[in-house]
């Protein structure tokens, strides 16, 4: 492990076994938590969240990079979703082959027919990136995705900088201990959260509900300011956690709950056009000459901030371009990676696979339904990767990092944009695909190096 862990500690199994018990200890102690598969919906029952024992290194200079550019994300997230323009023709292709993206296409229409009701926009988001490996050895950070809707682990990746400084700490590596990163996103989202309920007029306390698409259905209802009342009470935000996987709507009445909310004057995190700009073919768009020109026409260097962190991104609509795409894919198909508009980790395609795909659609219009992205080859680094009934064994690890964003407009006042925090996950390098929740990868911290 580079610069990280030394052999000594790695494979003194003794050790390791030692440092996973108390991991796991202090895990529970930091609150770093999660419900147990067997029962989701239940309090009754709870484990440690999964996690590396140890932290894994990261460049500084590309950490701080990350961070950087976040704001950059913000604005430009932003923009998308005020340009109607450019999320129609962007998403035309996509949208004529695939239902669940037409459907989320549809509401934004609607919306945008009968007039926003409300000029206050909540945004969070998290832009993932991969430190892809230069022949010269240093490593350079590639945009993976950006989630505008529901970007998860702010709360939990807030606690685990304490475990691995404990973790640190009791294998008697107190300089490393010492470099573990604060880390508070779910401070930056509250406050986000707050701004926005702020400006929308409310003076009490904060009182926050969990209510699914059905109890909005069954209870929601707009006046006649489309002010939303669920349960008879008026909503100042909304903040979608669930509503980015087809899976999620198990009937036609929770499309209804969606819209209604997305009609309302309530503030939405995110709101429809903020959740189309987080597309993975809209991202692919970007990528193309001259369009990250056209959202920042005065500001060379946030273009060129931005676009230095995106990989090679390739159109499959039909004509000669898409048709180029196919080819390179078919030829290579290890070199890239081949993206449906999915959410959620495990619904991307690889190697042999990607060949099976687009030769079965090499020139018809379902090819359009994905992206072709380069494929991002960070350095392996070893740890252990600790998860409820996991056997403890060392493994080559890949890590993805993200940076959370937060931004608040009024009109055209942009009230706050920042970047909150970062998140690390590490997965073990036998897995191309799938994030936490997916149950592949687990949550780290840097240790910048
Ligand atoms: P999702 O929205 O499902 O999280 P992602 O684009 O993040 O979709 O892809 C899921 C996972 O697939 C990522 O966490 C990463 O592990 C892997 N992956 C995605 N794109 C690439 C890429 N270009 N190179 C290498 N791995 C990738
Ligand atoms: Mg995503
Ligand atoms: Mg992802």
């Given amino acids: 492990m580079a610069q990280g862990i030394q052999e000594d500690v790695m494979l003194n199994t003794a050790l390791i076994k030692e440092l996973a018990d108390v991991a796991k200890d202090e895990a529970l102690l930091q609150g770093v938590l999660m419900r147990i ?8 029952l709870a484990t440690y969240a999964p996690f590396t024992l140890f932290p894994t290194p990261v460049p500084k200079a590309v950490f701080l990079q990350a961070l950087a550019v976040q704001t950059h994300y913000n604005t430009l997230v932003d923009k998308i979703s005020q340009d109607p323009d450019f999320l129609q023709e962007s998403l035309a292709s996509t949208v004529a082959v695939d239902d669940f993206t037409a459907r989320l296409f549809r509401i934004h229409q609607q919306i945008l027919k009968e007039g926003r009701s409300q000029t206050i926009v909540l945004g969070i ?10 022949e010269d050895g240093s490593s350079s950070l590639k945009q993976i995705e950006i989630n505008t809707f529901a970007a998860s682990f702010g709360g939990l990746s807030s606690h685990t900088p304490d475990v691995h400084r404990h973790i640190l700490k009791i294998a008697g590596r107190l300089e490393e201990s010492q470099r573990i990163l604060d880390n508070n996103p779910a401070a930056g989202l509250a406050r986000a ?10 003076e009490k306390n904060i009182p926050t509900k969990r209510k699914r698409f059905d109890d909005v259905f069954k209870t ?11 349960e008879g009470e008026e909503v100042a935000v909304v903040y979608f956690r669930n509503g980015y996987m087809p899976q999620n709507y198990t009937s036609e009445q929770d499309w209804d709950a969606r819209l209604l909310m997305e009609r309302s004057r309530a503030v939405k995190c995110p709101d429809i056009s903020t959740h189309l700009a987080g597309t993975k073919k809209v991202q692919q768009v970007l990528a193309r000459p001259g369009v990250l020109e056209k959202f920042f026409p005065d500001q060379p260097q946030v273009v060129e901030q931005i676009r230095a962190t995106f990989a090679g991104l390739y159109t499959l609509d039909l004509g000669p371009e898409g048709d180029k795409t196919v080819a390179l894919a078919l030829a290579a198909p290890d070199r890239f990676v081949l993206k449906p508009q999915r959410e959620g980790g495990g619904n991307n395609i690889y190697g042999s696979e ?7 659609a090499k020139t018809s219009t379902e090819r359009t339904a994905y992206i072709l992205m380069d494929k991002i080859n960070p350095t392996a680094s070893q740890n252990y990767l600790l998860r409820r009934d996991a056997p ?16 608040v407009r009024q009109g055209t006042d942009m009230v706050m944009n920042e970047c909150v925090g970062h998140l690390l996950r590490t997965k073990s390098s036998e897995y191309s695909d799938g994030g936490v929740a997916a149950g592949v990868a687990v949550l780290d911290n840097p240790l910048l190096v």
């Fill in 37 to 44: 598969k067997e029962t989701p919906n239940s309090s009754e």
């Fill in 125 to 134: 988001n998290r832009s993932d990136y991969m430190l892809d490996q230069r």
């Fill in 193 to 202: 959260v707050a701004k926005a309920w702020e400006l929308y007029g409310s």
């Fill in 220 to 230: 929601g209802s707009l006046d006649h300011d489309k002010r939303l009342f669920v």
């Fill in 354 to 360: 990607i060949c099976r795909v687009l030769e079965g």
């Fill in 392 to 407: 403890l064994i060392i493994s080559n690890c890949l890590s993805e990092l993200g940076a959370f964003g937060v931004y």
